[in-house]
C-alpha cells in the first residue's frame, strides 16, 4: 500500500525556521510531481509550493523567497524549509504525490495526513 507519512511540524516564534519532510513508502514504480498544500481554520486548501520530478519548482506568491521545496529521489521524499514564518503561515501543511504504483499503468494522487504548524509568539 503506496502512503505519505510527514513530519517536522509544530511551534515556532514568528521569525523562527521549520523543515518539514513527506517521505513515500510502499510499493511505488514512478513519483512525479510532489507538493505542498495548507489549510488554515475556516479557509480552504491552497498550494504553498510543489516540485517536479526533474526538479522545477513552484511556489505560491505568499512564500516566495521564504520557503524552499525540494525533494530527494532516492529517498522518496520531499521537503519543505521554511524561514521567516509568519503568524499567518499558522495552518495544517499535507504532502500531496502523484505516483504510478507497481502493477498500475495509471498515475494516481495521494494525499499525507497533515502536520499541524503554528505560528505564534
Known amino acids: 500500500q503506496v502512503q505519505l507519512v510527514e513530519s517536522g511540524g509544530g511551534l515556532v516564534q514568528p521569525g523562527g525556521s521549520l523543515r518539514l519532510s513527506c517521505a513515500a513508502s510502499g510499493s511505488i514504480f514512478s513519483i512525479n510531481t510532489m507538493g505542498w498544500y495548507r489549510q488554515a481554520p475556516g479557509k480552504q486548501r491552497e498550494t504553498v509550493a510543489d516540485i517536479t520530478s526533474g526538479g522545477t519548482t513552484n511556489y505560491a506568491d505568499s512564500v516566495k523567497g521564504r520557503f524552499t521545496i525540494s525533494r530527494d529521489n532516492a529517498k522518496n521524499t520531499v521537503y519543505l524549509q521554511m524561514n521567516s514564518l509568519k503568524p499567518e503561515d499558522t495552518a495544517v501543511y499535507y504532502c500531496?504525490?502523484?505516483?504510478?504504483?507497481?502493477?498500475?499503468?495509471?498515475?494516481?494522487?495521494?494525499w499525507g495526513q497533515g502536520t499541524q504548524v503554528t505560528v505564534s509568539s
Open positions: 500531496k504525490s502523484r505516483m504510478i504504483p507497481v502493477g498500475s499503468s495509471y498515475e494516481r494522487q495521494y
